[in-house]
């Protein structure tokens, strides 16, 4: 074995032993091969550190101003947007480092106004009072605002919450000088959108576009940004359309961008909130964009590049941010706000991706001299020439000593010789130590496997956990009373609206989480359940911090205690169940409020189930029947009191139409029916049978229904009436049929008498004459009889069922228009848009209308009817009195008033007034275009009478059509230009006609109208 050794030695002895030239050459070799490696690696090192350009950070030769030592530290910045949104975030993060350079002790705070999740701004006033209360006694010297919502803010509550405070905007779209007006110590800088270098970038990279498709959003900056892009774009790029598109949802804009023809582009300007209020971000939106247009996506904001769009002529956010900071160093030094002028043209680079260079097929030649390419793949040698260079030399060097190591080859070889004995040996060794290992090798491989697959077991399970947890919305907890430390679910974090972060992971933490008004209750609750060693179950409201917003939840625990029965855990669930919580309030006010109609509908109301016995009855059905409910309830209606017919034989139920309506499932109605009270009493109903359908099944009916027994009596009085009129009619003609008897008998004795006294021829003549005198006479008062009794009849009938109609049939569903739609307006009034409440005021419009018609409608039907007091009315006096009361009613308006004293007739005073009101509220009415409006009322001799006129400089109208004025419902103008029922002149007119007199009108159009009437 010692052997072995020594010839080991001999032969490492041959291959490093040569001549003193060949030991300096390898040194020297051994040194240059050193440095080479050193300098590569140096380089190598640099290399690692070489970035793609990415825009600017800062302008070139921007200087941050020297701030002295006494100088104010405190800065308020108003971000109109939320944590998150990539372009305020990156002005924040400019306007923070470049503040933190220059005053490294600064005090500044940030506020957030959320206007991309609130872009009504509806929520202002409430900022402006918590702002005020946080910062109303505070001298803060400079006012940093961001984007257009927190300037208009800045402007309209300035004077109320920093009036000396100096305000510097940065990020204004659209910014005009006008915006500034009446404004003191304010500058900053205007987002100046650089829309025409964009478009003009794109279209040399696509000369073919033909439409170009610009998007944005709603909010405020979104339309000052295409305010902004209107003026810059208009007429620059002929044969180029710009298309400005709607506000849409995700789904509306994704289904647009699909559909966008191969000549086009989008240019993608402000974007951050959808039609329906979802919040997107700019990388998220130019990914959506990109994913989804088969077109170039243009931008002009850089956030946006490496996300999708193919690039543009760049704002960068940081930069505005550091700019505006720099303005409020300056003013922080003792420099006047209104001395710095507004930077209207912030710095705009022109950028592309290369990734969307390559989707797009443009080549990098053709893109713009001077532009910015991220994501560029660069030629490793054209930026590294010297490493490369030095690699290659160290390659020649090292294939130098590989030449010079070749001559002591030939001495290796002897030495491997002795040596492949040894190394024989060694690998029998290895291989027996190796097999061994390979076996413990394998042991362990299959033991980390079987661990693996516990792992990946472990972890599915508890993703389902998870997932389950938060479909349900229930999350799990844990409470170690010894410790006082408390475990949540990651489902619990997210119904409080909290992050593991922000947990104190107590149960005074928890504690502060829950509603205010049910921590008392809570904490009683729990330590009472600890105490008693007992499950609780309880719902609770709690406060999530992320939005404020109130929620119930449904909690449970349980406890376990130690070997000595201590209590030392408590685990249980948390449930969120607001939404249950809400569809119980909504089911509850809306049980409450059909409770409300039943209770108080006139008609009586009962539903039954399939089997016809009653489930429900409503005040009014029970005082009709007598009945009370509980007597009622679970009974058949059919069997209680609608069992027979009003002859008094029984009702079979398969004919009863309830019964039909539930088989059939058709509603039906009927008017000839009787219902029984409970003392046994009839009365007649009209009732209407509507079946309950669910589930496309019939399960019952609602039957509603009216006692008509007071119609019946009338029409059965009225019938009686005629009969009495038809036996008068009868007695008076057979009066007259005596009287005519009689009158022929005298004309025979007279006939005798003249037949004594003239010649034969005469007698005859005279005879004849007389005979058919009496006749005729005989005959037309018979006519005239039958015709007023049957005109009699037919205006009693029709007078009766229109007036029936009108007060009941009309009204109650004009009621329930009216009604209903109120209360749709008051109780989901959030939950409608412009479009749907217009539509339910003009229900209400035109609902209320129609009462003020059957109104109308009614008063003229009365005209005829009332008996009229016949009395000398003073004419002026009623006309003063109508004109009084119509200045009053409008008082803005001038109408010169012109009456003729003294005026008197005879007529019904009430009737008179009514007539007079409706010619003056017509003249007051046609007037009302005119500024110099005039109406006059005055009498003038005619026919040896007076003859009255109203007479107006109004619209007038055209004589072709003055035969419509006094027919009811027709009118000569819209309802729009002037409003009114068409009935005003028709009742004039019979009001008229009732005094024996005429009515007539003339007029010229657009020069006025006059009416006369006579009485």
């Known amino acids: ?100 350079e220059a005053l490294p002790d600064v005090q500044y705070y940030i506020e957030y106004l959320d206007c991309k999740r609130h872009p009504k701004q509806e929520h202002f006033e409430k900022l402006k009072d918590l702002l005020k209360l946080k910062y109303g006694k505070r001298d803060i010297p400079v006012v940093i605002v961001t984007d257009n919502p927190a300037l208009d803010f800045a402007l309209k ?142 931008a002009v904001h ?89 690699t290659l030399l160290v390659i020649a060097i090292l294939i130098s000593g590989i030449v010079i190591l070749g001559f002591n080859v030939y001495r290796r070889r002897r030495a491997e010789e002795e040596l492949l004995t040894t190394k024989e040996e060694l690998e029998l060794n290895v291989a027996e130590r190796t097999y061994e290992l390979q076996k413990a090798n394998e042991q362990l491989q299959f033991e980390l496997n079987e661990r693996k697959k516990t792992q990946q077991l472990l972890e599915v399970n508890e993703h389902r956990l998870s997932e389950a947890q938060r479909i349900a919305r229930l999350g799990s907890w844990e409470l170690d009373l010894i410790k006082n ?102 089911l509850k006010r809306l049980t409450q409020r059909n409770e409300m109609i039943l209770n108080s509908a006139g008609e009586g109301i009962y539903g039954t189930d399939i089997d016809g016995n009653i489930i429900f009855i409503n005040p009014a059905a029970q005082e009709m029947l007598g009945f009370r409910s509980d007597e009622l309830i679970g009974k058949s209606s059919h069997h209680t009191f609608h069992h027979t017919r009003d002859d008094g034989k029984p009702y079979p139920i398969e004919e009863c139409p309830l019964h039909r309506s539930i088989k059939e499932g058709k509603s039906n109605r009927r008017q000839d029916e009787v219902f029984w009270t409970k003392n046994g009493k009839m009365f007649y109903v009209e009732h209407i049978n509507t079946p309950l359908v669910e589930n496309s099944g019939v399960v019952g009916a609602v039957v509603v229904f009216r006692d008509i027994t007071g119609r019946k009596l009338a029409e059965e009085e009225i019938r009686k009436l005629n009969e009495q009129l038809e036996q008068r009619v009868q007695n008076r003609t057979a009066d007259l049929n005596k009287k005519g008897s009689e009158l022929l008998e005298s004309q025979k004795a007279l006939m005798n008498i003249v037949e004594d006294l003239n010649n034969a021829n005469e007698k005859l003549n005279f005879e004849i004459e007389l005979r058919k005198m009496g006749q005729e006479t005989l005959e037309a008062l018979n006519k005239e009889l039958v015709r007023q009794k049957a005109a009699l009849e037919e205006a009693n009938h029709e007078l009766e069922a229109f007036s029936y109609s009108v007060s009941h049939d009309l009204r109650a569903p004009l009621r329930a228009v009216d009604g209903f739609s109120l209360a749709v307006l008051e109780d989901y009034e959030d939950k409608l848009d412009d479009t749907g409440r217009n539509y339910l005021n003009r229900i209400r419009a035109a609902s209320q209308r129609m009462s003020q018609l059957i109104d109308d409608i009614l008063g003229l039907s009365r005209l005829g009817r009332s008996e009229m007091s016949i009395d000398t009315v003073n004419l002026s006096e009623l006309a003063n009195a109508v004109a009084d009361e119509l200045q009053k009613a409008d008082p803005e308006r001038r109408v010169e008033v012109i009456i003729q004293e003294g005026m008197t007739a005879k007529g019904d005073r009430r009737l008179l007034h009514i007539a007079l009101e409706n010619l003056f509220n017509n003249a007051w009415k046609f007037t009302s275009a005119n500024p110099r409006a005039k109406v006059e009322f005055g009498a003038e001799e005619a026919d040896g009478g007076p003859v009255y006129y109203v007479k107006d400089n109004g619209v007038g109208f055209d004589t072709a059509y003055a035969a419509k004025l006094f027919s009811p419902f027709q009118r000569l103008h819209t309802n729009e230009e002037f409003p009114g029922t068409g009935i005003g002149l028709t009742t004039v007119k019979r009001i008229i006609l009732r005094h024996g007199g005429r009515i007539w009108a003339e007029s010229v159009t657009g020069k006025g109208a006059v009416f006369y009437f006579s009485l």
Request: a neutral charge; hydrophobic letters at 40%.
């Open 302 to 390: 850089q956030e946006r590049l490496g996300y999708g769009v193919v690039g543009g002529s760049l704002l960068n956010g940081k930069l505005h941010g550091s700019d505006a900071a720099r303005i409020a160093l300056k003013i922080l030094s003792g420099a006047q706000a209104s001395t710095i002028p507004v930077d209207m043209k912030p710095t705009a680079k022109i950028m592309f991706d290369y990734n969307l260079l390559v989707r797009f097929g443009i080549p990098l030649k053709a893109v713009p001299q001077g532009s910015v390419v991220v994501n560029r793949p660069v030629p490793f040698i054209s930026h590294h020439k010297y490493l490369v260079a030095s």
């Open 485 to 586: 430390e408390l475990s949540w679910s990651d489902e619990i974090y997210r119904i409080f609206g909290l992050g593991p972060q922000e947990f104190g992971a107590t149960y005074e933490a928890f504690l502060d989480a829950v509603h205010p008004d049910d921590r008392d209750y809570v904490n009683a609750s729990y330590t009472g359940s600890v105490e008693r060693d007992l499950p609780y179950d309880i719902v609770h409201r709690i406060v999530r911090k992320s939005d404020r917003q109130v929620r119930y939840v449904h909690e449970k625990c349980e406890h376990s205690r130690d070997e000595n029965g201590r209590t030392i855990k408590s685990v249980g669930t948390v449930q969120d169940i607001t939404e249950a919580k809400q569809a119980e309030e909504a």
């Open 1 to 100: 074995m010692n052997q072995r050794m020594l010839q080991k030695k001999n032969a490492l002895a041959v291959v490093f032993s040569g001549s003193k030239k060949a030991a300096l050459i390898s040194l020297l070799f051994g040194i240059a091969v050193s440095v080479l490696l050193y300098t590569g690696y140096r380089q190598v090192k640099e290399a690692e550190h070489i970035e793609l350009p990415t825009g600017q950070e800062v302008k070139k030769g921007a200087k941050t101003p020297a701030v002295s030592a006494t100088a104010p530290r405190e800065v308020l910045v108003l971000n109109s947007y939320h944590v998150g949104h990539t372009w305020s975030d990156n002005e924040m993060t400019g306007i923070i480092e470049t503040l933190k």
């Open 157 to 298: 509550y300035r004077s109320l919450l920093f009036p000396r405070s100096a305000v510097v905007f940065c990020g204004i779209n659209n910014f005009k000088k006008e915006m500034l007006e009446g404004q003191e110590n304010i500058t900053g800088i205007a987002e100046a959108l650089d829309a025409v270098n964009t478009i003009r970038a794109a279209l040399k990279l696509h000369p073919k576009t033909r439409e170009v498709f610009v998007l944005h959003d709603y909010t405020s900056t979104g339309l000052a940004t295409r305010r902004e892009a209107e003026e810059q774009l208009m007429g620059m790029f002929e044969g180029v359309s710009f298309r400005y598109e709607k506000h849409m949802t995700k789904y509306e804009l994704v289904r647009f961008l699909k559909a966008l023809p191969e000549d086009s582009l989008v240019l993608a300007i402000t974007y951050s909130v959808f039609k329906d209020g979802e919040v997107i971000g700019h990388e998220d939106v130019a990914r959506l964009l990109s994913s989804n247009s088969p077109v170039p996506v243009y």
